[in-house]
């Protein structure tokens, strides 16, 4: 894993041989079947590559197609400047903001490690699942 600044991005960006395990840690098939989380961008977003290769950047929090922003990432990966304030953190939102969370610094901001952010991903996005199909049972 490569992580730092790329222009105005703070990029996290997994090695090959993580790409299984981290695709697999975001369960990212269940909202993007076919696509691998490659890395972050910017802390709340995805970078994902379909099974042809292209790269979008997608929001972590509720994936879905209908948000697949194409993305291309640093031709040398090197190039990231590394920031020892970020390393091994990734900023969250305690509510998303897609939830109602407010996007201002304070009190819904927090750092957290790689791990707590897959299982705090897997678990909002689980939640909008289930309250997606709740309204779905909604007779109208």
């Known amino acids: 894993m490569r992580e730092g600044w790329y222009e105005d991005d ?17 369960a990212i098939s269940h909202s993007l079947p076919g696509y691998d989380v490659i890395g972050l961008r910017g ?9 042809a290769g292209h790269m979008y950047s997608v929001p972590a929090v509720v994936p879905n197609l209908q ?6 990432l640093p031709n ?4 990231l400047k590394s920031d020892d304030r970020f390393a091994g953190k990734i900023k969250w939102y305690v509510k998303p903001i897609l939830f109602g969370g407010s996007p201002e610094p304070g009190e819904n901001l927090t ?15 689980e939640k909008y699942r289930e309250l997606t199909a709740q309204k779905s049972d909604v007779p109208r």
């Open 43 to 51: 802390w709340d977003d995805f970078i994902v590559r379909d099974s």
């Open 10 to 26: 703070y990029l996290i960006l997994f090695d090959q041989a993580e790409i299984s395990v981290v695709s697999d840690r975001y």
């Open 76 to 79: 040398d990966r090197t190039v």
């Open 111 to 125: 750092w957290v490690s790689h791990e707590q952010h897959a299982q705090l991903v897997r678990w909002w996005n």
């Open 67 to 72: 948000h697949l922003s194409p993305f291309v």
